[in-house]
């Protein structure tokens, strides 16, 4: 009989699973089927790794891979913030669910785009795309994380998040949220000297990838 795993061990993996469910509903997922599927099209590897890693993209590249407009792809174009207003606009209102999920994570997407994606009153994979961009208004934010429109996780991921909801994920029993609000350039330094001590790994962990953090430490070293 295999021994049961150790508290240490069920930690780490709720990390790394924090990881992964994050991942699930992000670009990255959507990396490796574009590049397999514009490589067997013939487009050139320089578009395809802009595309991939969200680096501006010529108009020119932009209306080429608007031709293979759908699925992964079209996530991937449609989140990128280089992107034509017009073609912007065009793919919010794709028939394609999985570029519309990119459109509402593009902070270039116009507001009024933004508000029209939104499924006010429910959770969906669409708010959880919402509650990651910078561009929704706070007023909007705060009201889709206090109807539970979508996760904490989501939330805690957007750069812009106001104050009152960063304390609110950062106090609460959330551990995967706070995972991810540890890695958020937008963390006060009061917050991230309280997780700094936080009790998971896992949010210590994130908390030192934090280009903020770091700098902050740096800061701290000079000044100490």
């Known amino acids: ?50 595309l991939v890693q969200r680096q501006p993209l010529t108009a020119e590249e932009a209306a080429r891979l608007e031709v293979f407009c759908e699925g992964a792809v079209g996530h991937l174009l449609a989140s990128n913030p280089s992107i034509p207003p017009a073609m912007l606009l065009r793919l ?3 028939s394609d669910v999985e570029v519309r999920w990119g459109t509402a994570y593009n902070p270039r997407t116009p507001v009024a785009r933004l508000l029209g994606l939104r499924d006010a009153g429910k959770y969906s994979t669409m708010n959880e795309y919402l509650a990651r961009n910078p561009a929704l208004p706070v007023e909007v934010m705060t009201a889709m994380y206090r109807s539970g429109e979508a996760s904490k996780l989501g939330f805690a991921m957007n750069p812009a998040l106001p104050e009152e909801l960063i304390r609110d994920i950062a106090a609460s029993g959330d551990e995967l949220a706070r995972i991810w609000l ?18 998971i ?9 934090n280009p903020a953090y770091k700098r902050w430490r740096q800061g701290n070293a000079t000044t100490g």
């Open 182 to 199: 540890a890695g958020n350039p937008s963390l006060s330094p009061e917050l991230m000297t309280t997780l700094e001590r936080d009790p």
């Open 1 to 50: 009989m295999s021994p049961a795993p150790t508290f240490a061990a069920i930690r780490l993996f709720a990390f790394f699973g924090a990881l992964l469910l994050a991942a699930c509903n992000s670009p990255p997922l959507y990396q490796t089927r574009a590049q397999q599927f514009l490589e067997k099209k013939g487009v050139p590897q320089a578009t395809i790794t802009r």
């Open 201 to 209: 790994e896992g949010v210590r962990r994130s908390l030192e990838q």
């Open 92 to 94: 919010s209102l794709d």
